[in-house]
């Protein structure tokens, strides 16, 4: 395999039950190969979002997944450096097209 584990957790809750809204990361040092690609150690992430349903004593109901798998498998085939995905750059964006990369909305000159 690709990784030896492949560990995940929830990086932040936005909404407390019964639906709860959060972020996700999985992540592993890329050790093995992929269609051809051997690793070389590099720590891979891959960032999302879900929305669970859980019922009054939080057991989980449903849960939806969100997340971008074209970008991590480019890094498995060595089509893509690591460091590009990492602390979610891949699904965060570069910023809004319309008031200009880095530019806070509402800040001085955006209004």
Known sequence: GAFASFPWEVLEVFSGPPKVVFSWR????????????????QLVEMYGMGIAVVDGDLKLRKI????????????????????E?????????????????????????NK
């Open 26 to 41: 999985h992540w592993a040092h890329f050790t093995g190969s992929y269609k051809g690609n051997q690793g070389n150690g």
């Open 64 to 83: 939806e997944i969100y997340y971008k798998p074209e970008e991590f498998l480019a890094v498995l085939e060595g089509k893509k450096e690591a460091a």
């Open 85 to 109: 995905l990492r602390q979610g750059r891949s699904i965060i964006g570069s910023g809004c097209p319309v008031v200009g990369e880095g530019k806070p909305v509402g800040g001085p000159g």
